[in-house]
């Protein structure tokens, strides 16, 4: 790769990539091909991945939320045959955590919505906190199950259950419903019913569908292959932890926006996307 792209291009093309371009637009703006496009951003994903794992560790996260995040592979689920490959197509779904101070994203897991993907999720997560941690969660049963797994009685776990009216018809059909009550429920140890919430995570998902153009709603990309979608959800939560600068975020007494890994003492600066690049290559 490195013989057919000078650096200065590499980093053009991963650039447009965290910002939400499509790999045939950036095909366009770049004049790099769209196979060379989805091979580099492979290559860089699956090594910001790797990275996220090795430096990712210790975090002394307090407060973490956790939800999951739709996609899919080749086809949706309404779609796939009984001949076809299940592990290999149809819907996908991103687990992602977030921690509600920092904003960091310690972990995600792309996967099938089952038990064994979440139960994976959990694990990961529990192995990268140095403490005991309140977890915040939608009403997904296998969240039950999966906290116990992967943090026993060394966590305070609560579930939000929101309550929708029925989806519009008509003008306003693609609008997000309405939410009609909440619920907010402690299910282990003794969690803090103010912070009984997923609402920093539900912006996260904002963020990543705007980010990531296979994971757009209304929108004709998607991937092809599962290893395609993690790649490409690694380099977008690597470039957020690690690149990006906050609002939210502001470095003490200097009045300038931080990234979620300097917050959370990860690192002690922010990074550029070249050394993002160089970390994960």
């Known amino acids: 790769m490195a013989n057919v792209l000078k650096r200065e291009k590499q ?28 091979r580099l951003m492979v290559r860089v994903g699956q090594g910001c991945e790797a990275l996220m ?5 210790d975090l002394g996260c307090r407060r973490i939320q956790v939800d ?12 796939v045959r009984p001949e076809d490959d299940h592990r290999q197509v149809g819907d996908f779904w991103t687990f992602v955590a977030i921690d509600a101070d920092s904003k ?36 997904l049963r296998a ?11 060394d966590v305070d776990f609560g579930q939000i259950v929101k309550s929708y009216e029925a989806e519009p018809i008509g003008p306003g059909r693609y609008s997000p419903p309405k939410v009609t009550a909440v619920d907010r429920r402690a299910v282990w140890g003794n969690p803090d019913p103010d912070h009984i ?13 705007m980010q990531v153009r296979r994971l757009t709603r209304l929108t ?10 993690r790649a490409a959800v690694a380099l977008h939560f690597a470039h957020y932890d690690f690149v990006r600068h906050h609002r939210t975020l502001t470095k003490e007494n200097s009045g300038f926006h931080t990234t979620p890994c300097m917050a959370s003492g990860v690192t002690e600066r922010p990074w550029t996307l070249s050394e993002l690049m160089e970390g994960a290559m």
């Open 11 to 38: 980093e053009q093309v991963i650039g447009a990539l965290v910002e939400g371009s499509s790999v045939r637009s950036v095909e366009r703006m770049t004049g790099v091909h769209r196979d060379i496009v989805i």
């Open 53 to 57: 794992d090795s430096e990712l560790r």
């Open 68 to 79: 999951e995040l739709w996609g899919y592979v080749q086809k949706k689920q309404r779609h």
């Open 104 to 139: 960091l994203v310690p972990t995600f897991k792309v996967g099938k919505r089952d038990v064994a993907t979440a139960n994976a999720f959990m694990i990961d997560l529990a192995s990268r906190l140095s403490g005991r941690v309140q977890v915040s969660a939608d009403a």
């Open 143 to 153: 969240y039950v199950d999966a906290v116990d797994l992967a943090f026993g009685t």
């Open 197 to 209: 919430s997923t609402s920093y995570i539900e912006r996260l998902n904002l963020t990543t569908r």
């Open 220 to 229: 004709n990309a998607f991937s092809k292959k599962p290893e395609n979608l």
